[in-house]
């Protein structure tokens, strides 16, 4: 089991920036991590995925450019940079982890989720 917690959610303007950490604990072998988000009356949306090793990225089409995501194997954390917020960014952002792929942007794709952190972007 990977247990998945999330931290650095909050209420930030238009235009700021946020970082969000997952720490990661338990059998902490994956060989994917990232972040799904998902907004009121939507579904999950794929918003970046990081290799074990972290040489290899990915990207939702709405948050290239903006976000970078990055781990510290060491400390068992992933980080979700959040650059030039908009309103739209406002979600509950989810913790993942894959033992079985790699990067995968479908939500089947990863077998363990944390319980999320809100990110609310006024305008």
């Known amino acids: 089991q990977v247990q998945l917690v999330e931290s650095g959610g909050g209420l930030v303007q238009a235009g700021d920036s946020l970082r969000l950490s997952c720490a990661a604990s338990?059998?902490?072998?994956?060989?994917?991590m990232g972040w799904f988000r998902q907004a009121p009356g939507k579904e999950r949306e794929f918003t970046a995925a990081?290799?074990?090793?972290?040489?290899?990225?990915n990207y939702g089409p709405t948050v290239k450019g903006r976000f970078t995501i990055s781990r510290d194997n060491a400390k068992n954390t992933v980080y979700l940079q959040m650059n030039d917020l908009k309103p739209e960014d406002t979600a509950v952002y989810y913790c993942?982890?894959?033992?079985?792929?790699?990067?995968?942007?479908?939500?089947?794709?990863?077998?363990?989720w944390g319980q999320g952190t809100q990110v609310t972007v006024s305008s």
């Open positions: 338990g059998r902490t072998f994956t060989t994917g």
């Open positions: 993942v982890a894959t033992t079985t792929g790699v990067l995968p942007t479908s939500p089947r794709g990863y077998n363990y």
């Open positions: 990081i290799s074990r090793s972290g040489t290899s990225t």
